[in-house]
């Protein structure tokens, strides 16, 4: 017979069915509450009037659902922290919420839209509060969202390709890596990190099982003081070409006393790598700007190498530029 239990969902007033041996009494005021509450997930109930398509709302549901000590987990966790996220990653927010489970012997709920991450915990500090909601920390949910990437997308490493496709990211592994890594980045941003990359680092030596290739891979390649998840996609179209690590985001001084963040830059041989963003083409004044600052750090020496958001998707010239600045 179906009975139901009441317990609060953080907050809601929520009930959450469970089957068990019960009254006829119980029995009819489940069959009350089906009729009359608000579904959120199947076998949770609220009574307030909760958005049941809120992302809080669902957490909370699944986690109502879920073994004690569960906590949401990879994209879930960035969507409820207000992190920026790359597209693939963003389209699928919406379609699912990731849990983890922090024993591999207990069963996360088996509902429609629910991705359990079952494994004994291996990250410090494993969670925190976000929105209300318990989270595992930034850096567990970012390996738990690359390990579920990897498996999802069946990811393997590229062999060695030809020179006349190095820079390009359109194969799937190489998407897959890109979304890694900005995923990665966007933790541990110039302004308002979310964490450090040595938090990351320990998480990553502990990660193991399927899916962690793409971990270390993708970790290798993981820098802090971005900017921009096309700054990104710049240094590994750099990257892949062939051309030595860069610096993000490195401070130049001039003798004027005038300070510049260059994009991506090689200070030993004075190679700065500037994208130029959306308002480059739409604001005149932007546009000057940016002409008047390649100037002047072109009379101290620098070599300036302007970049777009076309030139990533097809590089040959941006590479070009780039191999004459160095010389090659």
């Known amino acids: 017979m179906w009975g139901f239990t009441r317990r609060p969902l953080d907050g809601h007033s929520a009930w959450v069915e469970t089957i068990q041996l019960s009254t006829g009494l119980a029995a009819a005021e489940a069959r009350q509450l089906r009729r009359h509450g608000n579904r959120l997930i199947r076998g949770v109930y609220s009574q307030d009037g909760a958005d049941p398509a809120a992302l809080t709302t669902r957490a909370r549901a699944v986690l109502a659902v879920s073994p004690a000590g569960s906590a949401v987990t990879g994209v879930t966790t960035f969507a409820l922290g207000g992190v920026d996220l790359p597209g693939g990653s963003k389209a699928t927010v919406d379609q699912r919420i990731h849990v983890f489970v922090p024993h591999s012997g207990e069963r996360g709920p088996r509902r429609a839209g629910v991705v359990a991450h079952r494994r004994a915990p291996h990250c410090a500090g494993l969670t925190h509060r976000q929105s209300g909601v318990s989270a595992a920390s930034w850096s567990h949910s970012w390996v738990d969202a690359v390990r579920h990437l990897a498996r999802e997308q069946s990811w393997a490493p590229w062999p060695n390709e030809p020179p006349g496709v190095r820079g390009r990211f359109e194969s799937p592994a190489k998407r897959v890596l890109l979304e890694a890594v900005q995923l990665g980045d ?127 998707s097809d590089p040959h010239s941006l590479l070009r530029q780039l191999a004459r600045a160095f010389g090659w």
Request: aromatic share 12%; with cysteine; glycine share 6%.
């Open 186 to 312: 966007a933790l541990i941003r110039r302004k308002g990190a979310l964490t450090e990359l040595s938090a990351l680092a320990a998480c990553v030596a502990a990660s193991n099982g399927p899916g962690s290739s793409l971990v270390r891979h993708a970790f290798e390649l993981v820098r802090d003081r971005t900017d921009s998840f096309t700054e990104t996609w710049t240094r590994l179209v750099v990257w892949d070409a062939g051309f030595p690590d860069p610096v993000v985001n490195h401070e130049v001084w001039l003798d004027s006393q005038e300070r510049f963040f260059l994009d991506l830059a090689w200070p030993d041989r004075k190679i700065a790598l500037e994208y130029q963003g959306a308002d480059h083409f739409r604001s005149e004044r932007q546009a000057f700007d940016d002409q008047v600052r390649r100037g002047i750090l072109q009379a101290h020496g620098w070599t300036v190498v302007q970049v777009a958001y076309r030139d990533l």
